[in-house]
């Protein structure tokens, strides 16, 4: 793809040819923030290499870009251990994928009827906090899944993050949520640029992720940094609630901003109809969204389906058609 050479016959060299393309891009996007190909380009790239390894098992390998979350952790900030990995979202594109997963949650529920959550994806960066005593104790990017960077300052900076947390909360908290720098923001950041004849940013995407990763937290302060939460993913000594719905609820009466279209639904259906309606107003936001993230609702469901390799069985990222197109597509020369 756009790389000038010639893409590999043989299954094992296309399949290698593919891990140097991912690992590039990849670190691109996650590391230096600074993508050169679109999204929908990348996720083409990563499932061939799917269905390359599913055709044939002999070329996967356990540093496979399919086994890997997101980067390695950036140079320059402290790195931090995740007390429970912070893994990835398998995908499905069309209806047809929807309901290959949620046959499959059914299998492995033997029936078991289950209540769904779906929420908006967003496409921002995801963060870890950790509050001690109810107050906030430190952020860290996901990095690799394992280990990420420290962040702490410059989430203080982001007011969508509470400092102090209320409405007695457990003491102990940890919470996911994804940070984004708002359009409106991103527009005035480039205006700027323009009138100073400098290179615009390429995406609100990557700006944001950039801005969270700046050195200096009164840079992120400046842009208007906000932040979603989406899941509750330990409470310390305090029982978790027993739902992804009920976890939200808490999240909201503990002060984090949830996002209002999150819905309850019981069928594939119901994720259809919010699927559309989400897709045909994802340009009405202040945030860019790349799909519907779907969850199965009860938390001791999720415990009995567990997880796959990098990915939780009991959700599934239902992805918006790709749209973005990078403003500069480089054309990349990259030798295998
Ligand atoms: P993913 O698609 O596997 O989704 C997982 C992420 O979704 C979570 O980490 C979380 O941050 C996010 N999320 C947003 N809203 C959520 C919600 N409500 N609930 C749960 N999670 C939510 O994430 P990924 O592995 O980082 O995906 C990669 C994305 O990055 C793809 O869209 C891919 O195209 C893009 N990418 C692009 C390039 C490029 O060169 N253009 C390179 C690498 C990756």
Redo the contacts with the bound molecule.
Sequence with gaps: LASGVPVARHPFARARQLHVQLRF??Q???NLDA?????G???TLLQELRNLEATYPGCRSADSPTQR??GDPAEGFRQVAHPNP?I??A?AFDREGLEAWHRRVTDLLDGQPFRMVA????DGL?VRLTYRNGRFAQGAT?GNGQTGEDVSRNLRTVRSIPLTLSAHPPADLEVRG?VYLPLDSFRKMNEERERLGEPLYANPRNTGAGTIRQLDPQVTASRNMQMWA??LNDAGDAPMPASQWAALQNLGAYGFRVNPLNRTCETVDEVCAFYDDMLQRRHDWNYEA?GV?VKVDSLSQQNSLGVAGREPRWAI?YKFPAERSTTRLLDIIINV
Aim: proline share 3%; charged share 25%; no cysteine.
């Design positions: 891009h990849a691109r996007y996650y993508p050169v190909i679109s999204d380009q990348y996720d979350v997101a912070m990835s979202l995908n929420e908006l994806k967003i995801a996901r994804e989406y899941s790349d993230v990222a």
